[in-house]
């Protein structure tokens, strides 16, 4: 499966945000990054800005270019607001979910996790991280896999009941999908507006 495996500390400094979950070496700095980062600065496009507003959304859930085309095409056809139901079904992605019940640290690890085939969906093994949770599926660590210690950790280390679309079991090690979340709900500093004027060009 191809999957961005560059360097994550460098494309995080460029948006500014640990989009690749928390980094002691991610640093503000007054100049970009790479060998010319600090050279004079142009003023971006409004093109370039649009751009970068999909790569971050792109590089945060760890989506890509086709996946996330279409996800947008799926969000432009569904009623209401396109940027907001973009972000509805980036948010419902299996490892996503796994990552919001704190199953994982990270994207990335809930994604290894999900391919590992540690996860269930509804009393079934689902290994696709892009599989599409739905409101009312109950979201599952596989029982032999609740010994893991980097389940176990990760789930003492995290309040996995902060987000009140998520209703989380900690006794069973399982959850459920209760609803698709309102966008000020989600967290992540994404400008979906930007995204949705760069695919209306």
Do not use: C
């Amino acid at each position: 499966m191809a999957r961005y495996t560059g360097a994550t500390t460098k494309i995080a400094r460029r948006f500014g945000d640990a989009i690749f979950g928390p980094s002691k070496t991610l640093q503000k700095k007054n100049y970009g990054p790479g060998q010319h980062g600090r050279g004079k600065r142009r003023k971006l496009s409004e093109y370039a800005i649009q751009l970068a507003a999909k790569q971050k959304a792109k590089y945060t859930y760890g989506v890509l270019e086709r996946q996330f085309s279409n996800l947008f095409v799926k969000a432009a056809r569904k009623e209401g607001i396109t940027g907001e139901n973009l972000l509805k079904f980036l948010e419902a992605r299996l490892d996503n979910v796994v990552f919001r019940f704190g199953i994982s640290p990270t994207r990335a690890g809930a994604r290894q996790i999900v391919l590992h085939k540690h996860i269930t969906v509804n009393g079934e093994v689902v290994n696709i991280p892009s599989f599409s949770v739905k409101p009312g599926d109950v979201v599952a660590v596989r029982e032999k896999s609740k010994s893991l210690s980097a389940i176990s950790d990760s789930l003492l280390a995290r309040n996995a009941k902060k987000y009140t679309w998520l209703d989380w079991d900690g006794k069973e090690l399982s959850g459920t999908f209760v609803s698709y979340p309102q966008r000020d709900q989600i967290p992540e500093n994404i400008q979906e507006q930007l995204i949705v004027e760069l695919y209306s060009k």
